[in-house]
């Protein structure tokens, strides 16, 4: 009897191993997504980066909403990504190739965007990968139509999260007040390229994460 009870035991600890695998295949496949289901204004609900003082700039931002418009060319969508840090709105605005469910960036950097599953009807979930020199970098992000999102939404971002082994994703206050859009923007794939070429401070910069994620969290 003990050794049926072992067996058991022992059958159904490989089945609780081997679920959370099987389930991960699932959670971070990517998905199809049309052009027009990326149009739109979009909040950014949180997520989780790599990058160098990714998680001290999200723990300042307090909303990010980005706007996405079509183009007069088909596989050309326009982003225009409005922020509030510290209580200063800001604005960048920057094109971006949209194929085969992908958004491509490739120049002055690389940047490769693919989208997986949620159970959230009006939600979006980017994987991104970003190389920059020598440099790789990825990112994990969720956004939505709403200012907020479901519990089971959140839980199953996060798993996802854990999945692609990403750091603890870190979500923003739904109280929070967002930006208007009348903010003049300014342009974007310049601004964002600085920030991933200034290899002096990345070194700071995680030191800064690490702080801002043990005194913050």
């Known amino acids: 009897m003990k050794c049926v009870t072992v067996v ?4 159904l600890l490989s089945l609780g191993l081997s679920a ?4 991960c295949e699932s959670l971070v496949k990517p998905i199809p997504i049309s052009n027009e289901y990326m149009l ?3 909040h950014y609900i ?12 999200g723990h300042m931002l307090s909303s990010v909403w980005i706007d996405i418009t079509a183009t007069s060319h088909s596989n050309i969508l326009n982003l225009v990504q409005t922020q509030r840090l510290y209580g200063q709105c800001s604005s960048l605005i920057y094109n971006v190739t949209f194929e085969n469910s992908t958004m491509l960036i490739e120049q002055p ?29 990825t990112s994990f992000m ?4 709403r200012k907020s999102v479901s519990d089971p939404a959140l839980e199953m971002f996060k798993r996802q999260a854990e999945c692609l082994e990403m750091p603890s994703p870190i979500i923003h206050d739904t109280n929070n007040e967002i930006c208007p859009d009348n903010i003049t923007p300014s342009e974007g794939l310049s601004a964002l390229n600085s920030l991933l070429e200034a ?6 910069a995680r030191l800064l994460d690490t702080l801002f994620d043990m005194f913050v969290n």
């Open 8 to 11: 058991v035991f022992l059958t």
């Open 20 to 23: 959370p695998l099987s389930d």
């Open 46 to 57: 949180g997520g989780s980066s790599d990058l160098p003082g990714s998680r001290s700039l």
């Open 142 to 145: 969720l956004f939505s139509k």
């Open 109 to 137: 950097f690389y940047l490769k965007e693919v989208y997986l599953m949620t159970d959230c009807s009006d939600c979006l979930v980017a994987y991104e990968e970003v190389i920059s020199g020598k440099d790789t970098f």
């Open 40 to 42: 739109g204004k979009w």
């Open 199 to 204: 290899k002096m401070g990345h070194r700071v």
